[in-house]
């Protein structure tokens, strides 16, 4: 068996990269990705491995030299790669291509051994290599039937959307048998190159063999192992991610902070949302506007306001809505003075906008990090503080005040004229009933309070990015209007807005379903031998390893091995180093996905 790689392309779109240098030579985590494909190949006793080359093309044969390969290397030039494709490259090789049975390989892809092995242990001699069809994949995609027969080559022109359950990406990796290009696969190159010209895609040549009555080729199906084809610089950065070392992988990946469907087989168990809402019915009608949202401008502020205020049943100068609460949280910090008081570990957006010595921190002397309303009065009762943060639930504990006592430290800030902030990003998941503090009374009796809320947390949208700020301060409310921009949130978010109420029955429901769901969770992670679970009210568990274990390598091994993302504390403030992790709840499915792994690990 031989390999021939098509290494004659330019690689435009990865820019400076590619300016002196085949595309086939930029780096992936410090390796070059054929200096990585050739690690494979030489693996596997080749009679010989045939280059086309093309741009930089003496540069590549060089460099290629000086890696000491021992499979035998030939190197054949398209000294007009500029104004052709891939398939005149492929013609260039066609002398080679019915010497011998043949692994026929693009040079911009990464992948490990496993995926290469896909196609050389294979039986059959024939084989398209193919991998169910993600997001992030471009290019050509195939059909296939019950017995993995390609049934069809799908080109870019007639990919269709509604129908990629049904589509499989080309890995651009072949496995071609002597005599399927001796009968079949040249003879059909030639007469394409022919009619055709050479301005064309080498895949459009087996397009034309799936007509025949038997064209002896097969697709082979891709179970997990790990690939990526670059393109950009964007392909690169999600590559070197993919293929990092297990340690650098988890940094990576949380420095993300978010964009995890560019991962589809990524199961996340860091960012928090509802696993049980929006409804089906909402995601349809959300849908069934797509194309008025997306091609439309969104209302300004006062509008959304409005909106959001009829959501809640509050008046639309009491309420300000922003592009998620980050933005909120951004404004309303610039905008009071002195210093503030928080409680630790926590969510630390809202002290990281002001300057540390203003942030007046209440540690809780307990293994649980729980806390109570008379807590913080009896700690801030002599501190010189103007600002009091409540994030109840708290993050990342879960710590609960019921509202009757987060009522009496209201009173008690009104009497000092503290401001309070209490974000109930995450009340709704609370087993308290009327848990909130978003009422026209509460607002309007203490007019120092500002309550914030994130719609992503627990309303389940995350993607379209929106939260509301209300009190009563509303010379405060307009002020904060003014800073954010007019125009803050997309048409997405107001629509969402427009037409939740209707689903305010299926939204309880879902919170209903998501408790009972929390507690089996609860119960079965009370299983897992060196692992304490600390009760919690919110849609996340903060989890204590008991055994030993370090967390940064629990949460290593579980992104490595089980491709599942968790939270590692153990760099958080508060924690001090201490080994917590914290775990959101998801349903019943991908909970006892966690559970396995998380026995199999620490058990």
Not at 144 to 172: G, Q, W
Request: aromatic content about 10%; overall charge negative.
């Amino acid at each position: 068996m031989q390999a021939i790689i098509l290494a004659a392309g330019m690689g435009k779109r990865l820019k400076e990269l590619t300016s002196n240098a085949t595309k086939c030579m930029v780096e992936v985590n410090g390796v070059t990705m054929i200096e990585k494909t050739l690690g494979h190949l030489e693996k596997l006793g080749l009679k010989r491995i045939v280059f086309v080359i093309g741009y930089e093309g003496q540069k590549l044969k060089s460099y290629v030299e000086s890696l000491n390969i021992k499979t035998p290397l030939e190197f054949i030039d398209n000294d007009v790669y500029y104004k052709t494709n891939n398939i005149y490259s492929l013609y260039l090789a066609k002398e080679k291509l019915v010497e011998d049975d043949t692994l026929l390989l693009e040079s911009d892809l990464v992948y490990e051994e496993a995926v290469i092995r896909k196609l050389v242990d294979h039986p059959y001699s024939s084989l398209t290599l193919v991998d169910k069809f993600e997001s992030w994949m471009d290019g050509t995609c195939v059909t296939l039937d019950e017995d993995d027969n390609i049934t069809a080559f799908l080109s870019k022109r007639e990919f269709d959307f509604s129908k990629t359950d049904e589509y499989y990406k080309t890995v651009n990796l072949y496995k071609f048998s002597k005599e399927f290009s001796q009968k079949h696969y040249v003879p059909f190159l030639e007469a394409y190159c022919k009619a055709l010209g050479t301005n064309e895609y080498y895949e459009q040549v087996l397009k034309v063999i799936t007509f025949l009555d038997d064209p002896q080729i097969k697709a082979v199906k891709l179970n997990g192992e790990k690939w990526y084809e670059i393109d950009d610089v964007q392909d690169l950065d999600i590559a070197e991610t993919l293929f990092a070392t297990k340690e650098e992988r988890l940094k990576r990946m949380q420095s993300r902070y978010g964009g995890y469907w560019r991962y589809p087989k990524l199961l996340d168990f860091c960012y928090l949302v509802n696993p049980y809402f929006p409804c089906r019915k909402l995601v349809d009608e959300m849908k069934s506007n797509f194309e008025t949202l997306l091609t439309e401008y969104p209302s300004g502020m006062s509008v959304n306001s409005l909106i959001a205020a009829k959501d809640f049943g509050l008046h639309k100068d009491q309420m300000v809505v922003g592009n998620g609460a980050s933005e909120l949280i951004k404004s309303l910090m610039e905008q009071l003075p002195g210093k503030i008081g928080v409680v630790k570990p926590t969510f630390e957006e809202y002290p990281n906008r002001k300057n540390a010595e203003d942030v007046i921190v209440f540690l809780p002397s307990n293994e649980d990090y729980s806390y109570s309303a008379e807590d913080l009065m009896n700690y801030y009762a002599d501190k010189d503080i103007k600002t009091l943060l409540l994030i109840n639930p708290d993050n990342p504990s879960g710590n609960y005040i019921p509202k009757k006592d987060v009522l009496l430290l209201a009173a008690w800030a009104e009497e000092r004229e503290i401001c309070l902030i209490v974000d109930e990003s995450f009340v709704d998941f609370a087993d308290e009933a009327d848990s909130s503090l978003l009422e026209q009374a509460v607002l309007t009796q203490y007019p120092h309070l500002f309550v914030m809320k994130s719609i992503s947390k627990s309303y389940g949208v995350p993607g379209i990015r929106l939260g509301i700020l209300a009190g009563d301060n509303k010379e405060m409310i307009a002020k904060l209007k003014k800073d954010v921009s007019i125009w803050n949130i997309n048409s997405f978010g107001e629509f969402y807005l427009q037409i939740y109420e209707k689903y305010a029955k299926d939204y309880k429901a879902a919170m209903d379903k998501f408790r009972q769901e929390r507690r089996a969770f609860v119960n079965a992670l009370a299983e897992v031998r060196g692992l304490r679970v600390i009760p919690s009210q919110a849609n996340y568990l903060l989890c204590e390893l008991t055994n030993g274990e370090s967390a940064t390598k629990l949460a290593e091994d579980l992104l490595d091995e089980d491709n599942i993302l968790i939270k590692d504390l153990s760099t958080k403030k508060g924690f001090e180093g201490r080994n917590y992790i914290r775990i959101a709840i998801r349903d019943e499915k991908d909970n006892e996905k966690l559970v396995a792994a998380l026995k199999k690990k620490l058990n």
